[in-house]
Structures are given as structure tokens and as C-alpha cells.
């Protein structure tokens, strides 16, 4: 067994395309808070996560932080596949949320690939299918979600256990709002009895209110 059998897309792969990938391809570890890549930076490799979180965000030139999405573990960044594809340097920067294991494939090793096989292609273009698909959502959730709900559906995706160690700046970068937007929410919820706060840290209260709360129709 490779790290192939933890990608369904590749599992089925012929034997000569599986053995090209496997023997063209690292397997690193990245800690926590490592830089991925940046804007600006050409994009050589793809990264197949076995393992951690990377997050995937842009700044803008006055330094405003702006949230597109997660790579998680069975998962590769539809940015890099786009750059790869397009031959094009990146826009935004990727960073480790946690420790990460991850399958390094250079882009010498992505084209041929994906020129001599259906099925990774198949595999490649999936993926970038779907997370395209996760930011048109995104996009409209910006343009047409209140904040509130937003924030109440982030809390809950965020949580581990009923904990959300993240601060009220990061936050608002998640919901690409103002910090005080999102402290003047967290507020409101904790006057409601859904949330207690202290430093770095919100403790989900009431889950099924906020779970309310996000579904609710704006």
C-alpha cells in the first residue's frame, strides 16, 4: 500500500501511471505556520495533503487579509492547479494551520501525467471542479449573507469540541469583514447566551441556537 490508497481518484490508476507518480513524488512534513507559497511565487509543485491543514488566503496592498479556503487532508490546492495549468505565478499565499504531511509532485512530473493518463487528469480536474464550486459559494455568501450568520456557521465548522481558539481579527479574515463587525457579533451572541469569551478563545454555549441561527433564511 502507497499514499496513493488514501486518494480516491488515484486508487484505480494503471500500474505504470501509479509507479511514475510514486517515484517522481516526495513526501515532506511542514510544521505549523510554515509558508507554503506566495504571491508572486511560481507555482513548481502540487501538494496532495495526507495530513494538516493548509489555509489558502490574499492580501491586498494595504495589508487586509482576505479568506478563500482549506486544504485538508485527500485534498490538493485548485490555486496551484490553476497556476500549473495556466503557467502562471501565484496570486495569493498558503500557510500550514497545523502540522502537515504532504506529496510533493513537480510540475514535470504533473504534465506528463496528466498528458499520458485519462484517469489522472479525471482526478485532477475533479478536485478543481469542486473547490471552484466552494468559492462561487463563498462569493455569494459575501455578497449575500448577513454577518451574522456567517459568523454563527463559521463558529460551529470551526469548533473542536465546543472550543474555537481563534481571535476576533482572525475572524473577521475568515468572513472578510472588519474586526469590529465581528467583536460587536460575538457580543450580541454572548449577551444571548450561545457564546462565552475570554482571550483567543470562544466556548460554544448553545449549539443548537446557533445552528438555528446559521440556517436561518436572509
Sequence with gaps: MTWID?????????????????????????PAGARVFEAGQHADNLLLLLGGTVRVQQRS????????YRVH?????????????????????????????????????FEDLAGR?????????????????????????????????RLAARLLSLA??????????????ELGTAREVVSRTLGDFQR?????????LIRVLNREALDRHARSVT
Design 192 to 200: 444571548r447566551g450561545w457564546v462565552e469569551q475570554s482571550r483567543g
Design 160 to 173: 473542536r469540541g465546543d472550543e474555537v481558539q481563534a481571535t476576533h481579527q482572525a475572524l473577521s479574515v
Design 6 to 30: 488514501r486518494f480516491d481518484g488515484l486508487r484505480a490508476l494503471p500500474a505504470e501511471i501509479a509507479d511514475a507518480l510514486v517515484s517522481g513524488s516526495n513526501v515532506v512534513s511542514l
Design 61 to 68: 496592498e494595504s495589508g487586509r487579509e482576505v479568506f478563500l
Design 117 to 149: 493518463s485519462d484517469r489522472f487528469r479525471s482526478f485532477i480536474f475533479r478536485a478543481y471542479s469542486r473547490r471552484i464550486a466552494d468559492l462561487f459559494a463563498l462569493i455569494h455568501d459575501i455578497v449575500f449573507q448577513r454577518v451574522d450568520v
Design 73 to 109: 487532508a485527500g485534498e490538493s490546492c485548485v490555486l496551484t492547479t490553476a497556476c500549473m495549468l495556466a503557467n502562471e505565478d501565484y496570486s495569493a499565499e498558503g500557510i500550514t494551520e497545523t502540522e502537515v504531511e504532504a506529496v510533493v509532485i513537480p510540475h514535470r512530473v
